[in-house]
C-alpha cells in the first residue's frame, strides 16, 4: 500500500533518533580538554592546548595567550550580541536543544544567539565560488544509523585580533576560514550525548585535530530562557586593554578604588 506524504514524513520522522529535552556540556570550557596542559579552565594562567598547530598559527596562539593572561585578550562574544561561531558552538556553557528533523536538524544554545542549521536532504555545499565565510559556515548531513554524521565548510577566519572574527575559546585558540570540520553527534544513553570532530585546516593545522564533547541531558522540565547583555555591554574594556566585569552594582569587579 502506497503511502500518502503525510503518512511518509512521520514514518522518516519516528525512524530518528529521540533528542528531545535540554542538554548541558560537561566539563568547563577548556575547548579541547584532552590536549590541555595548566591547571584551570580557559581563562587561568599557563592553561593551554596543544592542536597540531604550523609555527604561524602557534605564534598567532602564543600572542593570543599572553593577551589572555593580561585580561586583554578581545573576545567578540563578550557582547553577547555576537554568536559564537563553529565550533565553538559545541563549547558554550549553558543549555542546548537539538530540533531533529527528516530534512533539517537544528543547534539551539540558550548561550547567545546561536543558531546552527544541519540540512539532511541530500543537499551539497554550495560550489566553492557561490560560498562565503559565516559565523555557523555551511552544514550537511547524513544519517549512520543513530549517529548525524555533519560535514562543515566556509567557517569565519578566526585570526584574532587582527580580523575581530572568532575565536575557540578564552584562551584564545583559533582557526582559519579553510577550516572543514566533520563531526559525528550521537546519543551514548539516555542521558548522554557525546560530539566527535574531526578538524582539517590547510593554513593552520600539519595534521587533523580530533577533539570531544560530551553533553548531559537535564531533568523533564528544565526551561531555557533567551538573554543577551547587548543592550547593556556587561564586559567593557578599560583605556589600558582590560576587559573590565561589571558587579550588581555596576561597578567594575576588581576595579582600584
Not at 604550523?54 to 596562539?61: G, I, Q, R, V
Not at 564533547?213 to 522540565?221: C, Q
Amino acid at each position: 500500500m502506497l503511502l500518502t506524504a503525510a503518512a511518509a514524513s512521520a514514518q522518516n520522522q519516528a525512524a530518528l533518533p529521540d533528542w528531545t529535552g535540554v542538554w548541558q556540556m560537561q566539563g568547563g570550557t577548556v575547548f579541547d580538554r584532552a590536549t590541555q596542559t595548566g591547571q584551570g579552565g580557559a581563562l587561568s594562567k599557563g592553561v593551554r592546548e596543544h592542536p597540531p598547530y604550523n609555527a604561524e598559527f602557534e605564534a598567532m596562539y602564543q600572542r593570543n595567550l599572553k593577551l589572555r593572561d593580561s585580561e586583554k585578550l578581545p573576545d567578540p562574544i563578550n557582547t553577547c550580541g555576537t554568536p559564537a561561531g563553529f565550533p565553538r558552538l559545541l563549547n558554550v556553557p549553558d543549555t542546548y536543544e537539538f530540533v531533529v528533523r527528516p530534512e533539517q536538524t537544528w543547534i539551539l544554545t540558550e548561550n547567545g544567539p546561536n543558531v546552527m542549521r544541519i540540512y539532511t536532504d541530500g543537499r551539497a555545499h554550495p560550489a566553492p565560488d557561490d560560498r562565503w565565510p559565516t559565523y555557523t559556515g555551511d552544514s550537511v548531513g547524513h544519517w549512520e544509523g543513530d549517529t548525524l554524521v555533519i560535514d562543515t565548510v566556509s567557517t569565519r577566519m578566526s585570526h584574532y585580533p587582527e580580523s575581530g572574527d572568532t575565536v575557540l575559546d578564552r584562551s584564545g585558540l583559533i582557526l582559519s576560514d579553510a577550516a572543514h570540520i566533520v563531526t559525528r553527534l550521537r546519543r551514548l544513553d539516555e542521558q548522554t550525548m557525546e560530539a566527535k570532530m574531526v578538524i582539517e585546516d590547510p593554513k593552520a593545522l600539519t595534521a587533523p585535530w580530533n577533539v570531544t564533547k560530551t553533553y548531559r541531558r537535564l531533568p523533564k522540565g528544565t526551561r531555557v530562557y533567551d538573554y543577551a547583555c547587548a543592550e547593556n555591554n556587561r564586559n567593557p574594556v578599560a583605556p589600558t586593554g582590560e576587559t573590565l566585569i561589571l558587579g550588581p552594582d555596576g561597578k567594575p569587579l576588581g576595579a582600584a578604588k
